[in-house]
């Protein structure tokens, strides 16, 4: 199954370790070293949880929980850890920044006041009520297709994308499949597994999984996400949802490398 109702508390709670590009792991090593499975298992988890972050920003209208979780020890410690490091991408960085700035100015703020004032501007960034009240609809069809046709044609591929992967909507979701932050919580449940398949040592299902994540990333997302995120920055009243452009733009725009150093990674474990 592919989208649930992840909380933002709830895909953050556990740890996570930092993300960044293999190649930056690989200076530090000595060259004749090899990552281990049980860090590539580690990689894996921390970019599934960005996905599952995002995609539960992008899915789930705000509600107190979602409001009330912005100020926890959990999302605070989560996206310090996305800071970390010197080879974050500037949106990245922009992105937290305005973030936490946003989560900072709202200390105190009563939850339901913060709860409907983060509600409005999601439904105007993302819902594409009318022409001029916000961007058109994140969706791929929408953004990647030239014709009618072709949309209908682009919603058809990722459904069968997902299905060919073990993953699909649930029947209570009502919407297309090719909405940002489905397509987010896709490569969530892609990573998920790869996670597993290094923790198991199953170089070839690592393989298969780092070739669908790269073809996924460069045949869909990085075809319209970025450019909806300059809009969705652009249009955004809210630091908060000015933040999340910036850092989705920054993350999906840095994960085509992640996954091509991922793939020859597997190409190394299955010669060893």
Same mark, same amino acid.
């Not at 409001?67 to 990245?92: I, K, N």
């Not at 085509?256 to 060893?272: C, D, F, K, P, S």
């Given at each position: 199954?592919?989208?649930?109702?992840?909380?933002? &508390?709830?895909?953050?709670?556990?740890?996570?370790?930092r993300?960044?590009?293999?190649?930056? @792991?690989?200076?530090?090593?000595?060259?004749?070293s090899?990552?281990? =499975?049980?860090?590539? !298992?580690?990689?894996?988890? %921390?970019?599934? &949880?960005?996905?599952?972050?995002?995609? %539960?920003?992008?899915?789930?209208?705000?509600?107190?929980?979602?409001a009330?979780?912005?100020?926890?020890? @959990?999302?605070?410690?989560?996206?310090?850890?996305?800071?970390?490091?010197? +080879?974050?991408?500037?949106?990245?960085?922009?992105?937290?920044?305005?973030?936490?700035?946003?989560?900072?100015?709202?200390?105190?703020? =009563? $939850? @339901?006041?913060?709860?409907?004032?983060? !509600? $409005?501007? &999601?439904?105007?960034?993302?819902?594409?009520?009318? =022409?001029?009240?916000?961007?058109?609809?994140?969706?791929?069809?929408?953004? !990647? *297709?030239?014709?009618?046709? !072709?949309?209908?044609?682009?919603?058809?591929?990722?459904?069968?994308?997902?299905?060919? %992967?073990?993953?699909?909507? =649930?029947?209570?979701?009502?919407?297309?499949? +090719?909405?940002?932050? #489905?397509?987010?919580?896709?490569?969530?449940?892609?990573?998920?597994?790869?996670?597993?398949?290094? *923790?198991?040592?199953?170089a070839e299902? $690592?393989?298969?999984?780092?070739?669908?994540? &790269?073809a996924?990333?460069?045949?869909?997302?990085?075809?319209?996400?970025?450019?909806?995120?300059?809009l969705?920055?652009?249009?955004?009243?809210? +630091?908060?949802?000015?933040?999340? *452009?910036?850092?989705?733009?920054? #993350?999906?725009?840095?994960?085509?490398?992640? %996954?091509?150093?991922?793939?020859?990674?597997?190409?190394?474990?299955?010669?060893?």
């Amino acid at each position: 199954m592919l989208i649930c109702s992840h909380g933002v &508390r709830s895909v953050v709670k556990y740890e996570t370790g930092r993300v960044r590009p293999i190649s930056a @792991e690989r200076v530090e090593e000595n060259a004749s070293s090899m990552i281990t =499975p049980e860090e590539m !298992a580690n990689l894996a988890q %921390a970019r599934s &949880r960005v996905y599952g972050f995002l995609g %539960a920003v992008f899915n789930r209208l705000p509600d107190d929980q979602f409001a009330a979780s912005l100020s926890s020890p @959990e999302v605070a410690t989560f996206l310090s850890s996305l800071g970390e490091g010197e +080879d974050q991408s500037e949106d990245m960085q922009e992105g937290l920044r305005l973030m936490k700035a946003f989560i900072g100015a709202s200390k105190g703020k =009563p $939850v @339901e006041e913060l709860k409907t004032e983060l !509600a $409005v501007e &999601r439904t105007r960034l993302l819902r594409g009520i009318k =022409p001029g009240y916000g961007p058109p609809p994140p969706y791929e069809s929408v953004y !990647a *297709a030239t014709a009618l046709e !072709a949309q209908g044609q682009t919603t058809f591929n990722v459904k069968n994308i997902y299905a060919a %992967a073990g993953a699909a909507l =649930p029947d209570d979701i009502h919407d297309q499949p +090719d909405f940002i932050g #489905f397509e987010l919580d896709f490569m969530r449940h892609l990573t998920e597994k790869e996670a597993q398949a290094w *923790a198991g040592g199953n170089a070839e299902e $690592v393989m298969k999984l780092t070739e669908k994540e &790269r073809a996924f990333l460069e045949e869909h997302i990085l075809c319209w996400v970025p450019r909806f995120c300059d809009l969705m920055f652009e249009q955004a009243q809210l +630091d908060f949802y000015r933040g999340i *452009a910036r850092l989705t733009k920054g #993350f999906v725009q840095g994960e085509l490398q992640t %996954a091509a150093e991922l793939i020859n990674e597997a190409r190394a474990m299955q010669e060893v």
